[in-house]
């Protein structure tokens, strides 16, 4: 009698907890007004991340020569996030294609973007660090291996398409800007959005899918910017992207991105004619599974003050969020960012200021970014992020002060406000809060971020970015004079 009965109980435990383990993510997520709800509709749900990036040149998921694909989730796992937004070039599509199928291995993925000696090298030090990889192992397949990772540890899967030509990204000149830019090839795109979204298929972590990254004016063909760079354009294709993911996959939430390097969805929020007459509407999107879709805005600027930013946050997309205009979609900020040093985050009015506002907007987000160096980036190898919540070697935090004292409280904050209460297993997600870096890394990590290196790196950055918004809004937007002149 004994032995059935135990056998039973164990069964009935094991029955549950795969129920349990299976039940995650409670998908498919889906939008109630302004909010996204689990499949029950009954629980909010929203993102609060980081982004991995994977659309450099190599089309290889960062940093793994430094740290192992659970190891690297577990570090995102120990700030209390729960998303990762993944990053990928349509140009990996493209070669699957131009391979009969099949896609590239990582070894070769290496030696074409690294060259044979540094290529054959850093594969070496991926495959010392995940050695479930090997010779024979592609890009799909570490995207996989990152997306089976997300399932276990409980991470929400988002598929950013970040560019079409693979490289850093992004400024007005860059030939991936906007539909029929120099790189940017509108069947292409359409095609790679499609076999992303039929290949997540088998990702129980995957839980939404963007359009595209941050889409801007194509400054280096003057024609394509007159004629084509409107919010017509813009409907027509976010239309036709939508309805590739919806179609192979049509329990994905799908974000919808701005014009003006997603920091403009004006048109859209305030319901304001597109040119014509006629209005965004969810109804155009016609999908087969209605509730999917939401707005991404970034921000990258230096703001005078906090009441004068928010006002432009609100005027950019975050208006939505009050219904005025009839509209009600969910909005989620998936980019911003900053110098990961011991102070920016806690000194300038742009990262304070954005610490409060979205919390207090109950909205989800995913700052820029995790990567604490590429592989290879504007032609410099093994490059150091400055902006990289991780250090060059990805081990320790870059900034624990902003770990500590600014990011780990925004996240409790933004769930809380949500009412959100971490994973299934409560507890046991935020127990790991102080992950597998204590003391020791603090100290590794004051050396590396004040190093000259990650400095200028950051500085690079924003300093390309910058002078790109400058130069654009004052030659198209006259108004905003006054407010970047300031700067
Ligand atoms: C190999 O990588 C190192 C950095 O790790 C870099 O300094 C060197 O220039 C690279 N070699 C080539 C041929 O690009
Ligand atoms: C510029 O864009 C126009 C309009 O799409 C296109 O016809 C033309 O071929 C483009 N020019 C170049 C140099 O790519
Ligand atoms: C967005 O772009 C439109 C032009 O298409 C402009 O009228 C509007 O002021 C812009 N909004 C923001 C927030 O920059
Ligand atoms: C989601 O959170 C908001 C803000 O706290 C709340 O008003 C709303 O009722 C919540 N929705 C659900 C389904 O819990």
């Not at 570490?142 to 089976?148: G, Q, S």
Request: glycine share 10%; charged share 20%.
């Amino acid at each position: 009698m004994r032995l059935p009965v135990n056998l039973l109980l164990s069964m009935a435990l094991l029955t549950a907890t795969a129920s349990a383990a299976t039940s995650w993510p409670n998908g498919p997520l889906q939008t109630k007004g302004r909010w996204i709800t689990d499949a029950s509709g009954g629980r909010n749900v929203t993102y609060v991340g980081v982004s991995w990036p994977a659309h450099g040149e190599t089309m290889v998921p960062e940093g793994l020569q430094y740290r192992s694909v659970a190891s690297i989730v577990e570090k995102v796992k120990s700030l209390g996030m729960n998303a990762i937004r993944l990053t990928y070039a349509i140009e990996m599509i493209d070669q699957v294609y131009e391979n009969d199928g099949k896609d590239v291995p990582i070894w070769d993925a290496f030696v074409a973007a690294l060259g044979k000696e540094n290529g054959t090298k850093v594969f070496g030090e991926v495959v010392n660090n995940n050695p479930e990889f090997g010779e024979s192992t592609t890009r799909l397949e570490v995207f996989d291996a990152i997306a089976a990772e997300c399932a276990k540890q409980q991470i929400y899967l988002h598929l950013d398409n970040h560019v079409s030509k693979a490289s850093w990204c992004c400024n007005p000149f860059d030939g991936n800007s906007w539909w029929e830019d120099k790189f940017f090839d509108t069947e292409n795109w359409l095609r790679g959005l499609s076999f992303m979204a039929r290949h997540g298929k088998r990702w129980p972590a995957l839980t939404s899918m963007s359009l595209r990254n941050e889409l801007r004016q194509p400054l280096t063909n003057t024609t394509l910017y007159r004629e084509s760079y409107n919010w017509q354009t813009w409907y027509k294709y976010t239309l036709l992207g939508a309805k590739a993911i919806n179609t192979l996959h049509p329990d994905l939430l799908i974000f919808l991105s701005g014009i003006d390097s997603d920091t403009n969805l004006t048109a859209v929020v305030e319901q304001t004619a597109l040119p014509g007459t006629h209005k965004f509407s969810v109804n155009d999107f016609n999908l087969a599974k209605p509730n999917k879709l939401l707005l991404e805005l970034h921000t990258y600027i230096t703001p005078r003050d906090c009441p004068s930013f928010k006002e432009t946050l609100s005027k950019a997309g975050f208006g939505v969020l009050a219904g005025d205009s009839g509209l009600e979609i969910p909005l989620m900020m998936t980019e911003f960012g900053w110098t990961q040093d011991a102070t920016t985050w806690d000194s300038t009015v742009y990262a304070k200021c954005l610490r409060e506002f979205l919390p207090e907007q109950k909205v989800g987000w995913m700052i820029w970014v995790l990567a604490g160096s590429y592989y290879i980036r504007e032609g410099k190898q093994d490059y150091d992020e400055g902006w990289g919540l991780v250090t060059k070697d990805w081990k320790a935090w870059r900034s624990p002060e902003f770990i500590e004292g600014g990011l780990k409280p925004m996240v409790k904050k933004t769930l809380e406000g949500l009412a959100i209460g971490g994973t299934d297993d409560d507890g046991e997600g935020r127990g790991s809060e102080e992950g597998g870096n204590g003391g020791g890394a603090t100290a590794t990590t004051t050396t590396a971020s004040s190093g000259p290196t990650s400095t200028s790196a950051a500085s690079s950055w924003r300093g390309d970015r910058e002078w790109v918004f400058r130069v654009v809004l004052m030659c198209s937007l006259p108004s905003y004079l006054t407010y970047f002149a300031c700067w």
